[in-house]
């Protein structure tokens, strides 16, 4: 399904990710992250924070208490992370695909923007659902297409708006802004919420409950390991 290359597109984005993701998103998805953030049991368990990136999430997960581990494929993107966490979180550069611990490693697991990025979403959830102890908490964050009236205000954004921010900005958002729109619509349009939901519920995830945040911009899913 990815029709870019994640490595590739994220290479660049680590130095100006936090600053120009919020602007991007009206300022959104830290409110988005945030309530991710909150669908965990405030129980001091370990997590592990999967598509870390430079580290917002996980960021959140420190704030609340957590023992936090953060995974990316992106050497990038954690350089960043290292930088704000110095060894507060451990970073473990690997694909979210074949992840290097072993079955149920941690009390519970957050994701965010990765499924669009992997060819067999299915799978890797699995992946995800493989490391989380029976009974810990899998959340997951991942932009969402509006429905109804938003709807045409969100094409006008992702169509003329994004491509327009990504070419004034340069260093590596030209290709985010010409592909983000795409991707988001092509993703729900192959995995609308009921199979995502089916999805989840074949890798061993009960209990899922969605949240579709700011008109639906924004879509959180949490559920607890069988
Ligand atoms: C949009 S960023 C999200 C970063 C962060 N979680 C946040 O909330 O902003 C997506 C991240 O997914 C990572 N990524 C994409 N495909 C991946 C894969 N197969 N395995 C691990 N990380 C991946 C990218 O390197 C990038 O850092």
């Known amino acids: 399904m990815p029709s870019i290359d994640a490595t590739e597109l994220f290479a660049p984005l680590g130095a100006s990710y936090d600053r120009v993701g919020a602007a991007l998103s009206f300022g959104q998805d830290p409110l988005w992250r945030r309530f991710l953030v909150s669908r965990l049991p405030r129980d001091g368990g370990h997590v592990v924070d999967v598509a870390t990136g430079t580290g917002l999430v996980a960021a959140e997960l420190l704030g609340r208490g957590h023992r936090v581990t953060g995974v990316d494929q992106s050497a990038e ?9 110095s060894d507060r979180v451990e970073l473990v550069e690997a694909s979210a695909e074949a992840m ?10 957050t994701v965010t923007y990765l499924l669009r990025y ?8 699995g992946e995800l659902a493989r490391v989380t102890r029976p009974g810990g908490v899998v959340a997951s964050l991942e932009f969402g297409v509006p429905d109804g009236l938003a709807r ?10 994004l491509p327009l921010a990504g070419r004034a900005l ?13 991707s988001i619509r092509e993703y729900w349009e192959r995995y609308p919420l009921e199979g995502q939901l089916q999805i989840w519920s074949a890798a061993g995830i009960e209990d899922v409950e969605v949240r579709k945040l700011s ?11 069988a």
Not at 77 to 85: D, E, N, Y
Request: zero cysteines.
């Open 152 to 161: 045409p205000a969100w094409e006008l954004y992702v169509r003329a708006g």
């Open 215 to 225: 008109l639906g911009g924004g879509v959180v899913m949490w559920g607890r390991r």
């Open 100 to 109: 290097p611990f072993a079955d149920a490693a941690f009390d519970h697991l």
């Open 77 to 85: 993107m954690l350089v960043r992370a290292r930088q704000r966490f």
């Open 118 to 125: 992997v060819d067999d979403p299915g799978a890797t959830v």
């Open 170 to 182: 340069r260093k590596g958002w030209r290709e985010v802004g010409d592909f983000l729109g795409t």
